[in-house]
């Protein structure tokens, strides 16, 4: 296509150091994508959008959904068409322009590192409740510490993180299913019922916009299904892989958000499921103490931790594969893009991105870095949804109106983000074009 870059293959990597290998089938990726999505999203950013919302923190999981499945179509046939690592970085390159492309990269870095620091400090949090004790310090402390230790294993290699994940998202699940279960005669008593009401906010309750940005909120718990896509170049048979394993991904996490929104406001109502949120970072435990079953908050702590740890490995893994790519197009410090040829893994990307969690935890708060995410990870998504509708005809697998929907949906949303958060985006985004551009000056390639 005139105009734009040439598109990194496989067997772009220079011939001194270790490739990438393709080790993930449909099963594996698709629970790569739960490992990203069953942890914050429903540990931690549930109580956050119903704090937000109020009880129709329901009809945003809906929302979300919906978005989520139209982005996740849009992701993956751009994955599907040219599975290589780096994701939308990669598609805003080839299908776009190098400007977006870089964009799209800057803004996964970012939204990504936030959601990962979200983890860990959801992790800390869900482990000092098990531990019997809360305080701040120690929780942003225990934070960093597992942001390090989860990076070293990754670093390891995709064999090793996905046998880790798989664990992982077993203990996660077996939790959650327990708390839906034992909730649901809550959910459809008379009581329960009524704190579903009203089913969507009025002018007093921040009205529309208040149910918008719960939507907001809660898309950045669906983006876990774009891990496949980041990492293009270690799935089997990526033009049936990845699509496959997007589409079972989203349905699967639809439904269990939904159980966990309805289990925390018929339980607790809307507004104690926030607070706890605010408070402990670890809601779903206050759920369980609502039913009376102190047993379960331990049985949910275990699985939050496990969730927590399942998110991180999976962020962490993900972010440094888009690193990869920056740095192989020099948008990046070039000895980020090695790979140790006896681990086949990007080691330096894995740690750059490690150390950037590890200081975004140092924030110490859940409700800022949740934020934050959502705004750059709707931008994300906008583009990706833009390359989408630039793909020609035979290289499409759905309608051209599925990333219109997707990009007019992530456009419309991220304005509901508070103003505070959103300036910051924009902000960074126009520190990390200014680098790119002078470090373009600077090496004498010009764009």
Not at 127 to 148: I, K
């Amino acid at each position: 296509m005139q105009g734009r870059l040439t598109p990194m293959s496989d067997d772009s990597t220079p011939a001194n150091q270790g490739k990438l290998i393709r080790e993930i089938g449909v099963a594996g990726a698709v629970l790569l994508g739960l490992g990203s999505m069953v942890g914050t999203g429903v540990f931690v950013s549930v109580g956050i959008a119903a704090g937000v919302a109020g009880p129709a923190v329901v009809a945003a999981t809906v929302i979300a959904g919906l978005l989520a499945a139209a982005n996740g179509m849009s992701s993956a046939q751009l994955a599907a068409a040219h599975p290589v690592s780096g994701g939308t970085y990669e598609y805003g390159y080839l299908w776009l322009n190098p400007t977006l492309g870089f964009s799209a990269g800057w803004m996964f870095m970012l939204a990504k590192s936030a959601s990962a620091a979200t983890a860990a400090l959801g992790l800390s949090g869900y482990l000092l409740d098990l531990a019997g004790g809360e305080s701040g310090l120690v929780r942003t402390g225990l934070a960093v510490t597992a942001a390090l230790a989860i990076t070293a294993f990754v670093a390891g290699g995709i064999r090793r993180s996905n046998r880790g994940n798989a664990v992982v998202v077993g203990v996660a699940l077996l939790g959650l299913g327990l708390l839906i279960l034992f909730s649901f005669p809550v959910v459809i008593s008379p009581e329960g019922g009524a704190r579903f009401l009203p089913l969507l906010p009025g002018p007093t309750d921040g009205g529309i916009p208040a149910l918008l940005h719960g939507s907001a909120l809660m898309f950045v718990a669906f983006t876990g299904y774009g891990r496949v896509a980041t990492l293009g170049e270690e799935v089997r048979d990526p033009g049936r892989v990845i699509p496959r394993a997007v589409i079972a991904t989203v349905a699967v996490v639809t439904l269990l958000y939904l159980g966990i929104a309805t289990s925390g406001v018929g339980v607790l109502g809307a507004e104690a499921f926030g607070a706890a949120a605010e408070r402990t970072a670890a809601p779903l435990d206050a759920v369980a103490l609502g039913l009376g079953m102190p047993w379960l908050a331990g049985v949910l702590g275990v699985a939050a931790v496990a969730a927590m740890a399942g998110v991180l490995l999976n962020l962490v893994l993900g972010l440094s594969r888009v690193l990869l790519a920056m740095a192989r197009r020099g948008d990046a410090p070039g000895v980020l893009g090695h790979i140790d040829a006896s681990r086949s893994s990007p080691v330096a990307s894995v740690w750059a991105c490690g150390i950037l969690v590890a200081g975004i935890a140092l924030v110490g708060n859940v409700r800022l870095t949740w934020s934050f995410s959502a705004f750059t990870v709707l931008v994300y998504y906008a583009i990706t949804n833009l390359a989408a509708l630039r793909l020609p005809p035979e290289k499409r697998l759905f309608p051209p109106w599925v990333p219109a929907v997707g990009l007019v949906g992530c456009l419309g949303l991220s304005v509901w983000v508070e103003r505070g958060v959103w300036a910051l985006g924009l902000g960074l985004l126009a520190m990390g074009l200014a680098g790119r551009l002078i470090r373009r000056r600077a090496a004498g390639s010009g764009s």
